[in-house]
Nanobody
Framework: QVQLVEFGGGLVQAGGSLRLSCAASGSTFRNYAMGWFRQAPGKEREFVAAISTSADTTDYTDSVKGRFTISRDNAKNTVYLQMNSLKPEDTAVYYC????????????????????WGQGTQVTVSS
């Protein structure tokens, strides 16, 4: 069982920045691939970013490329999502997710590929 806790959400003006953190329990964090997803009101959950266990490979949804950066610190059992140049359409509840990975450079972009989820943190971007 893995527990995930997200931090760092809040209210920010368009063009601003936020950094989300997701802390995971367990001693095998280095074997977990991580992902960030988001869900806006009235919309389905969507993929935002993913990172492999080695952090060598990452992936982003097109709408955040060049603005968001996913990273991880295996010593701290934490994955981060740095969000810059935020837009009102980034407003959503952001969730981190984790799954055991069978490859050090493998990442996962579908929600059904993940086993454990955090409780979510609200990000609101005002125009």
């Amino acid at each position: 069982q893995v527990q995930l806790v997200e931090f760092g959400g809040g209210l920010v003006q368009a063009g601003g920045s936020l950094r989300l953190s997701c802390a995971a329990s367990g001693s095998t964090f280095r074997n977990y691939a991580m992902g960030w997803f988001r869900q806006a009101p009235g919309k389905e959950r969507e993929f935002v970013a993913a990172i492999s266990t080695s952090a060598d490979t990452t992936d982003y949804t097109d709408s955040v490329k060049g603005r968001f950066t996913i990273s991880r610190d295996n010593a701290k059992n934490t994955v981060y999502l740095q969000m810059n140049s935020l837009k009102p359409e980034d407003t959503a509840v952001y969730y981190c997710a984790v799954r055991y990975s069978f490859g050090s450079r493998t990442f996962y972009t579908r929600g059904d590929q993940y086993n454990y989820w955090g409780q979510g943190t609200q990000v609101t971007v005002s125009s």
